[in-house]
């Protein structure tokens, strides 16, 4: 770039680079053997930590675990498994609830997928929320949470798909 004097960018001043040490001043403190030992310790603990996380760890033990998300692949000849919640209104019109309809993502609710069926009863929140950001829609009086299976062959789907139920809840009021 030039300027409007005519000086270009770099016409600039060099600046002195700072002093350079006395070589016989190293400025490094040397550690003790006790400091090295306690280091060679702990380093030794966190690769047994990972040596062991990485052969019998699951996600829980991120970073010591692997994440199987990452770590692993599907089975190409086996199920896929796609999980979703939908409402049913009195007409019997289903209505999903996941994606974003009730303020949970999907990995967050799939996370939440053992405690829901032990409790179905919390199905009922998600219609209340449904109910919440919809309130023109119809009232719903079930709540479902659906697995749909996908067979694979050789990584492509075979067209063989089926639904099961995995836990339902019947509502008496959702507003």
């Known amino acids: 770039m030039t300027h409007l004097d005519g000086r270009r960018s770099y016409d600039a001043p060099v600046v002195p680079a700072p002093p350079v040490p006395d070589p016989g001043e190293t400025g490094v403190l040397p550690l ?22 990485t052969v019998w760890g699951n996600d829980a033990e991120f970073p010591f675990g692997p ?9 190409p000849d086996g199920p896929v498994v796609s999980t979703s919640v939908v409402g049913v209104s009195a007409d019997g019109a289903v209505v999903p609830l996941s994606g974003g309809e009730v ?9 939440q997928l ?3 069926v032990e409790q179905p009863e919390l199905l009922t929140l998600l219609a209340r929320s449904y109910a919440a950001h919809h309130p023109d829609a119809e009232p719903l009086v079930e709540v479902r949470v659906v697995q749909r299976r996908y067979q694979l062959h050789d990584g492509r789907r075979t067209g063989e798909v089926s639904d099961s139920v995995l836990v339902a809840q019947h509502l008496s009021s959702a507003r």
């Open 32 to 53: 003790s053997s006790t400091g090295r030992r306690i280091r060679l310790a702990a380093t030794a603990v966190v690769l047994a930590l990972l040596l062991a996380g």
């Open 114 to 116: 053992p405690r829901l």
């Open 103 to 111: 303020g949970l993502r999907r990995a967050e609710f799939e996370g």
């Open 67 to 75: 994440f199987r998300m990452y770590s692993t692949r599907a089975d």
